[in-house]
Structure formats: structure tokens, C-alpha cells
């Protein structure tokens, strides 16, 4: 491989015996995370895969199957092998779990409140898994749904991941886009805790409901492809004319 | 195919043009709803599945990958491949998404308040595709965890699918796993709508929690492997010590 595209080599059977077709996943992955692909850019052939990596073509395959499973590359069929983007819609809809209760073709929008980098509060230095002097930027945001507030959000990313972003002035709708394309920083997966919790006072004035309406308390902990806690989300959502949904197999 | 083991052959080739290890996927997974293999019981190797079914081995291997996905199937490494069962572990911990906020290893536990044959309910005909006239057996429930009761449940049956279901004196806590070995009817598919409600006084009696306390409503349409609308559940849960815990990736 002294010619190799890659900066990169399969290192040599390793003591733990992984099948050759994970550690080519693996190497695919790593590719992706440095930026050696793009969001949104095409994967060579898995001919030329197979001669870099200097495994079969079926070993290839099984690789770009596995990744696509994990949503880390998309296939098109008779184009070629891309990897994924968090294309605006895509993420609005595949991470969005809030639904209209009646049909509804709308799009929920969001209105951005208050940007600040701040002292990480004790939950989301928990949930993010940081130090005790670690800075967040807070973001409060107020989503709209058929013309209705149907939650408001706060949002703590870590300095680290998201340096100055507190300094943007165009932080836009469709943050997990943003945070990809501006910060390298791919959402892979959310984990959900929901509880039922009666609206507060700021909660009423937020959503213009009344105190004491039940809400669903929504705690998203985000994590990166590289496996990183990127994001904590704090959502608060009126569920009289949503629900939140989810299916199970 | 004449001596074949199997009362089934593989349609010639259809107008869509299903690929082949599809359609292989599709028999398999018919033969098991027909009971030809048991819950638990193991498929014949690759090979002779090949062999029956008339194509490679290889169609063979990745009909089961998908079936395996799907949890249909159940590949024990060395060992074979099974038709996978619902054992009160297994369903318990798969279907069962209300989680302890702290640690705890308890299983949650079930008590039966009352069971009984009647009409179905507008919801449940809505929920099931149930006819006006259709009848459900109606079960209600109270489930523990930790020594606490942390849900009610009023679960809908229709009589179809669960005849003289509302007779038996031995409804067990393990709901799936008895649907499927007493009714032939394998829990494939969950999908939860879930709400954010106040406690009625009726709840609060249930519970032993106050009126006007935070639920979770969570409302569940439970499919079968065959893809009919088997259960219509609705669980009225408390938060104050549990989450509803979910996953997306």
C-alpha cells in the first residue's frame, strides 16, 4: 500500500481476532471522522476499497453494509457508496419524535432566545460527562409547531467541541446540520429519558399554557460517530395536541 | 421439490421481481407463522434449507441475516439458528421501556384486577381496525417495580385473535410470551404514542399517588409477525422515580 490514497493501514492481526470485515468498517469510519470523505461525498468503488484495504471485494461489502446499518454512509443504488449528511429535513425528521396529533404537514421551526458560554450546570456536567470547571454554551430555543409553541429547549454543548460557537451570529434552525458542517461534529445517536412534569410558571409564559398543564420532560444525551457526548437537551414539550412517538422491534 | 420436508414451494418469479433471498426470507418467515417450526425450535442447517428451497447457500445465509435482524430468528454462534421466542425475560426487558432513575436489578411484576369480554371501546376499534360489533377482552393491570406500583394498564384483546382468552384462570404475568405459546400470536412490533396527563381521582386511588400528579400515557399498538394489530394497550405511568427510556440511531 506504499502508493495508497490513504494515509492510513490495516494494522496487522491483533491479539482480540476482530473479523476482518469490522476492522475494514472500522478503518472506514476513522476515514470519515479525520475528514478524509466529507458529508455528502462519494466513497471510491468498492473495487478500488478492496485493492486499498488489500481484502476481498465481499469483505468491502460486508464493511459498507455494516455502515450503512449505522447510517455512517448512505447507498444509492447504481451510484455509489456517500457518506451521510444531515441534510436539514433528514435530521428535523429522524430526530424529531414530536407529532401533531391529527395530520400535519408542517415543519417545526424554532426561535433562538438567549445564546451564553456559561459555568456548566451539575446535570449536564453529569449527563455530558465533563469537569467541574468545563464552560458550556446554553442555548434556550422555542420551537413552533402549526403555528403553536409546542416546546421550549435548552441546549448545553461543551467548549470543547464547540469552540466560540456562543460568538456566532448565524446560528441557525437546523442545529444538527450546523454542528457537522461547521463544527465536524456528526450526530449518531440520541438517548431519551421521558418523564411527566407540570409546567412552572416560566414554563406557562414560555408556551402560553397555563402552570400546573402537564408537560412531557424530554433529556436528550447526543453522542457523536467518534462516540463522543456532544450535546445535553433539556426539552419541554405540551403534548395536548402532540405526542411523542417512538416504535419498538 | 416432490419429497420435499416442506408443504411450500417458492413462487416462480413474480412480476416485481422480488430478489431471491427476499423471497427465501418470506417463505421461511411464513412457515414459521404456520407453526412448521416451533418458538425455540432449531431450522434445518443452511445447507439443507439450500437444498429445499432450491438456491445457494449463500441466498440461503443472507435470508437468515435479515430474518436474524428482524428477530425472527435467533443464531446461537456454533450452535444454529432457532425461531426466536418470547421468554419472560427476554420480552420483559425488550418491550418494557419504563426505567428506574436509580439503579435497581428488580424486574417489574404484574397483578391482575379484572378480566372480561366486552364491547370494544371507540379507541380500541380505532387503535385495532376492529369492526363496530367486534368484541375485545378487556384486562386491567397494576404493575410493581421496587415496591412501588409504577403503572396501571387496560389492555384490549380482540376476540379473534385471543378466543375464550377472558375464561382463562391462569393469565400469567408475562403477557407476550403467553400470547405466543398459547394463541399463536408472536409480539413483532411496538409503536408508543406517549402524553403527558394528570393523575384522576380514579388514578390516584390506583397508584397511591394525588390527583392532579404528572403521568405518563403511553399508548401502544402491538403487531405480530404477520403484521396484524394483535394488542391495543394503554399504561398510565408514574415519573417521579421511573423514566421512559429510549434509544435512536
Redesign the interface.
Same mark, same amino acid.
Request: hydrophobic share 30%; net charge neutral; proline share 6%.
Given at each position: 500500500m506504499s502508493n495508497s490514497m490513504f494515509d492510513h493501514k490495516l494494522s496487522s492481526p491483533s491479539l482480540d481476532f476482530q473479523p476482518l470485515y469490522l476492522q475494514v468498517a472500522d478503518s472506514i469510519k476513522q476515514l470519515i471522522v479525520k475528514r478524509h470523505w466529507l458529508p455528502g461525498e462519494a466513497l471510491p468503488s468498492e473495487f478500488r476499497l478492496a485493492e486499498e484495504f488489500n481484502v476481498s471485494q465481499g469483505t468491502v461489502r460486508k464493511a459498507l453494509n455494516l455502515l450503512t446499518d449505522? /447510517?455512517i454512509v448512505t447507498r444509492r443504488q447504481g451510484v455509489g457508496t456517500f457518506v451521510s449528511e444531515h441534510t436539514s429535513q433528514d435530521a428535523l425528521f429522524?430526530?424529531f419524535?414530536l407529532q401533531a396529533d391529527g395530520k400535519s404537514d408542517n415543519s417545526p421551526k424554532a426561535e433562538l432566545l438567549s445564546v451564553e458560554l456559561c459555568a456548566a450546570p451539575a446535570e449536564a456536567i453529569k449527563a455530558l460527562q465533563l469537569n467541574k470547571k468545563d464552560k458550556v454554551t446554553k442555548l434556550v430555543r422555542r420551537r413552533i409547531l402549526d403555528n403553536e409553541f409546542c416546546m421550549s429547549e435548552t441546549i448545553y454543548l461543551p467548549q470543547s467541541y464547540f469552540p466560540d460557537i456562543h460568538k456566532s451570529s448565524d446560528i441557525p434552525h437546523t442545529l444538527y446540520h450546523y454542528y457537522q458542517s461547521k463544527f465536524n461534529q456528526t450526530v449518531? /445517536?440520541?438517548?431519551?429519558?421521558?418523564?411527566?412534569?407540570?409546567a412552572t410558571i416560566d414554563d406557562a409564559k414560555m408556551l402560553a399554557i397555563k402552570a400546573?398543564d402537564?408537560?412531557?420532560l424530554v433529556?436528550r444525551i447526543t453522542e457523536s460517530i467518534e462516540g463522543k457526548r456532544i450535546e445535553y437537551r433539556l426539552s419541554k414539550?405540551r403534548?395536548?395536541h402532540y405526542?411523542?412517538?417512538?416504535?419498538?422491534?
Open positions: 449505522n /447510517k429522524r430526530f419524535p449518531h /445517536k440520541t438517548q431519551d429519558s421521558i418523564k411527566a412534569v407540570l400546573g402537564p408537560l412531557l433529556s414539550c403534548s395536548d405526542h411523542y412517538q417512538i416504535e419498538l422491534d
